[in-house]
């Protein structure tokens, strides 16, 4: 099992820019979310999803999308990039017991 | 919602002493509670839970122990290696949602 893949690792954008950030699972497991990690303010809910087709927002949704078509995929949506979105960006997906499973992350610079 | 405190945001200590890490919480719901180890670069991974029906854990070297009446739960790792060296983060959910909500993480440091 590969586990929560990324994509991409990097990544520079200009202000105003959208992107997607890409999340895949290969253990079938049913819940997803994205976090966002910045120095000093831990790990925080962007969004987040208990199976396909059902998603909902977390601590800081606002300017990201999502939408969960597939158990296996959850991308993540930057609709007009802000400086203030750069960030680190984590994926996890939860297994049945509650344990969560993080890939390796992505490294946001909006300029 | 839920809060989480965790406390120290830095912790130093020389190789092979013992290291406490304090995490509070407001929810009484809350019923689970992982730990988290990030090292440089990497994305965080689980390395010991414990749920409400249980007051301590152990797992070799590292153990947690939960006071439910407190709303309080520690990570204690002893005979600490540099390799220990890392962002610990820990994290409360309640049964049904699953969803944690985590602490601002510590930064242990272990001097050779």
């Known amino acids: 099992n590969a586990g929560v893949t990324q994509t991409p690792k990097f990544q520079v954008l200009k202000t105003g820019q959208s992107m997607t950030l890409q999340c895949a699972q290969d253990m079938n497991h049913e819940y997803m979310s994205w976090y966002r990690q910045d120095p000093g303010m831990g790990l925080r809910l962007i969004h987040y999803?208990?199976?396909?087709?059902?998603?909902d927002q977390g601590e800081v949704p606002n300017g990201y999308n999502v939408s969960r078509s597939t158990t296996e995929d959850f991308p993540l949506r930057l609709l007009s990039a802000a400086p203030s979105q750069t960030s680190v960006y984590f994926c996890?997906?939860?297994?049945?017991?509650?344990?969560?499973?993080f890939g390796p992350g992505t490294r946001l610079t909006v300029l | 919602g839920e809060n989480v405190e965790q406390h120290p945001s830095t912790l130093s200590v020389q190789e092979g002493d013992s290291a406490v890490i304090k995490c509070t919480y407001s929810d009484s719901a809350s019923n689970y509670f992982p730990w988290y180890k990030q090292e440089l670069g990497k994305g965080p991974q689980l390395i010991i839970d414990?749920?409400?029906?249980?007051g301590e854990k152990k797992d070799q070297r590292i153990a947690v122990t939960l006071n439910k009446t407190a709303k309080h739960f520690s990570l204690h790792i002893t005979e600490t290696q540099p390799e220990d060296s890392a962002v610990y983060f820990c994290a409360v959910s309640s049964g049904g949602s699953y969803i944690p909500t985590f602490g601002r993480g510590t930064s242990l440091i272990v001097h050779p």
């Open positions: 414990i749920r409400s029906n249980v």
């Open positions: 999803s208990v199976g396909a087709g059902i998603t």
């Open positions: 996890a997906s939860s297994d049945k017991r509650g344990r969560w499973f």
